[in-house]
């Protein structure tokens, strides 16, 4: 199973960011994905997930309106849109899928987002 995640980058207090998250996989519809983050000096958070059917979503207090985790099952993909980003959004994300069966967890490279004026 290989993650690739892309998107981050630049943006301005206020503005819109969205990230991608291509999963390698050929059972894709049996992991869950979550967006996670870390920024220097912190742990590494949950920010979003979403079930293998992508009728269950989760979204941390601190993201809570403003994110969404589309999911497109037919090409593999779960995208996190970041609406009204905040300079305490700036981290790097990282994309996981978790094998709702095997309970294989499975990690991408970070891509780092930065919001600053």
């Known amino acids: 199973v290989q993650l690739q995640a892309f998107g981050g980058g630049l943006v301005q207090p206020g503005g819109s960011l969205r990230l991608a998250c291509a999963v390698s996989?050929?059972?894709?519809?049996?992991?869950?994905v979550g967006w996670f983050r870390q920024s220097p000096g912190k742990e590494r958070e949950g920010v979003s997930c979403?079930?293998?059917?992508?009728?269950?979503?989760y979204y941390a207090d601190s993201v809570k309106g403003r994110f969404t985790i589309p999911r497109d099952n037919a090409k593999n993909t779960v995208d996190l849109q970041m609406n009204s980003v905040k300079p305490e959004d700036t981290a790097v994300y990282y994309c996981?899928?978790?094998?709702?069966?095997?309970?294989?967890?499975?990690w991408g490279k970070g891509t780092q987002v930065t919001v600053s004026s």
């Open positions: 979403i079930s293998s059917s992508g009728i269950s979503t």
């Open positions: 996981s899928a978790f094998n709702t069966y095997t309970g294989i967890h499975y």
């Open positions: 996989v050929g059972d894709f519809d049996s992991y869950a």
